[in-house]
């Protein structure tokens, strides 16, 4: 074993994501109105317009009932539609609105600086083991 005590990678790493949620989230309410796991739907509802709620969860690996609300905090911001899809009127599907996107690209911005700010915090060539590494774990 490493020097470090696995309880302990689990600690920190727990710890930074705590960190970097509250900044995202910080920093996508002052731009764009939205938090970090909001924005993490939008990202979603963006890369694949038309995505039903239950997509969506599976996507953000998150459960559907909390997705539930989350969608409903988008949709009466404006920043997504709800539509019966054409091949199954039953299933709904979520597009961005144009309120939807500007705020996206708001968002974007902000965490393309909180992204700037951690590799200015990672010696050269710690990004490369490091990114690979975190998306092994993420993909588990």
Do not use: C, W
Request: net charge neutral; aromatic share 2%; no cysteine.
């Amino acid at each position: 074993m490493s020097y470090m005590e696995k309880s302990h990678v689990y600690h920190l790493l727990q710890t930074v994501a705590q960190q970097l949620r509250k900044q995202a989230d910080e920093a996508g309410m002052a731009a764009a109105g939205v938090s970090a796991a909001q924005g993490a739907a939008l990202f979603a509802i963006e890369r694949s317009p038309g995505l039903s709620q239950r997509e969506v969860a599976k996507a953000l690996k998150q459960q559907e009932s909390a997705v539930t609300t989350m969608v409903s905090r988008l949709l009466a911001a404006e920043l997504i539609t709800r539509t019966p899809r054409s091949d199954d009127p039953r299933t709904l599907s979520l597009n961005l609105t144009d309120k939807g996107r500007d705020a996206l690209v708001r968002l974007r911005a902000e965490l393309d600086a909180i992204n700037q700010a951690i590799e200015q915090s990672l010696a050269p060539g710690e990004l490369e083991m490091l990114g690979p590494a975190l998306e092994r774990l993420a993909s588990k």
